[in-house]
């Protein structure tokens, strides 16, 4: 039972485009939204987090919105770089149990 | 602040064979998850330690088992090792009431021969 799935196993963006990467969850006791960067050989790093209460968050060249009577969330990456190439993962956690459940990513390709 | 330190980073076993990996937390963190992933799937969760009791535990069989100690370094131990058990495993440390995320580890790579 795949509770948050990103459905786009890869992404090629132009780089200085936006790049949208999105995520579908199905459990409605999930109260954060989290995406993480992964390198190879390396583990996955914290990006950017959303609250269920809150529709979007913005850190500098990322932004994540959130739709929760779709049940759907997009990371916004604007300008991309190429140091942005790498694989993406949604992430869903229940702050009663501090469980985070992920996605099975998307491999972001920034184009030269 | 220190990371969070997995070892070894690879290993090679035979089916069969049990194995032990282990983590250290990133200071100040009283919480570790183990995850495996697979090759090209999203990290599956295994387990997780609070406090030096279990927390809860992911759809994995009782060969996989974990232990973590007072100072809040964890192992994973894996019983009976079948090939499908190679993949990437990787140690997370959290705060229990963060609501930020997991501070990951760059993972053990184990495979299964």
Redesign the interface.
Known sequence: DQQ?K?NSPSLSVQEGRISILNCDYTNSMFD?F?W?KKYP??????LI?I?SIKDKNEDGRFTVFLNKSAKHLSLHIVPSQPGDSAVY?C?A?R?M?????????TRLHILP | ETGVTQSPTHLIKTRGQQVTLRCSSQSGHNTVSWYQQALGQGPQFIFQYYREEENGRGNFPPRFSGLQFPNYSSELNVNALELDDSALYLCASSLRTGTMGYTFGSGTRLTVV
Do not use: C, H, N, W
Request: hydrophobic share 35%; aromatic share 20%; charged share 25%.
């Open positions: 948050v990103q954060y989290l993480y050989a390396e583990g996955p790093t914290f987090s609250s993962f992430a956690r702050s149990d501090d469980k985070i459940i992920f996605g099975k990513g």
